[in-house]
């Protein structure tokens, strides 16, 4: 049972214009989400990361918008280039308690054409 | 830094054999994780260490893997015998927290393994 989903597994942009990668989960207890990226034959790295007292986080070109009520995270990437085509991975932790281990998505695979 | 190392790259092994990964944490980060990317599950965490010692297991598929983690800068994950279905990149990633807010983990770059 996934409880971190990224229903979309591709996602195709032109150079310039915005990505927008999104996510939702469905464990209520999760409360805080971060973003990891991962080129060709690389591990993930860290991106972006958002607490749940937030809706939005922001650094650089990179965004990330928290919607509680929806259980539902995006990334916005303004504006793309030909670097950031890379997997993306959603990811949820709690906190504080049992479940603080990170739970990922199957991730996201933007391509951002010249 | 070098980061976290993984050894080998890539794996290729007939079914039924034994098969290691090795793993060597940033030096200074007391949490180990061992994950597994596949299509179909993404990246899913098979255990975690905290100081040496096994704390979560719940994510080992079955008896056929084990893991270790004899000092604090090595670790290893075994699968014996080897199936088709194990193959997979194995990720191994370190961090100084289990508190991800304000310790990202750092993800090695991974073994391929396939299982012939």
């Known amino acids: 049972d996934q409880q971190v989903k990224q229903n979309s597994p591709s996602l195709s942009v032109q150079e310039g214009r915005i990505s927008i990668l999104n996510c939702d989960y469905t464990n209520s207890m999760f409360d805080y989400f971060l973003w990891y990226k991962k080129y060709p034959a690389e591990g993930p790295t860290f991106l972006i990361s958002?607490?749940?007292?937030?809706d939005k986080n922001e650094d650089g070109r990179f965004t990330v918008f928290l919607n509680k009520s929806a259980k539902h995270l995006s990334l916005h990437i303004v504006p793309s280039q030909p670097g950031d085509s890379a997997v993306y991975f959603c990811?949820?932790?709690?906190?504080?308690?049992?479940?603080?281990?990170?739970?990922f998505g199957k991730g996201i695979t933007l391509s951002v054409r010249p | 830094d070098a980061g976290v190392i993984q050894s080998p790259r890539h794996e290729v092994t007939e079914m039924g054999q034994e098969v290691t990964l090795r793993c060597k944490p940033i030096?200074?980060?007391?949490?180990l994780f061992w994950y597994r990317q596949t299509m179909m599950r993404g990246l899913e965490l098979l255990i975690y260490f905290n100081n040496n010692v096994p704390i979560d297991d719940s994510g080992m598929p079955e008896d056929r893997f084990s893991a270790k983690m004899p000092n604090a800068s090595f670790s290893t994950l075994k699968i014996q015998p080897s199936e088709p279905r194990d193959s997979a990149v194995y990720f191994c990633a370190s961090s100084f927290s289990l508190a991800v807010s304000n310790s990202p983990l750092h993800f090695g770059n991974g073994t391929r393994l396939t299982v012939t």
């Open positions: 030096s200074g980060h007391d949490y």
């Open positions: 990811a949820a932790s709690e906190i504080t308690g049992a479940n603080s281990k990170l739970t």
């Open positions: 958002i607490s749940s007292i937030k």
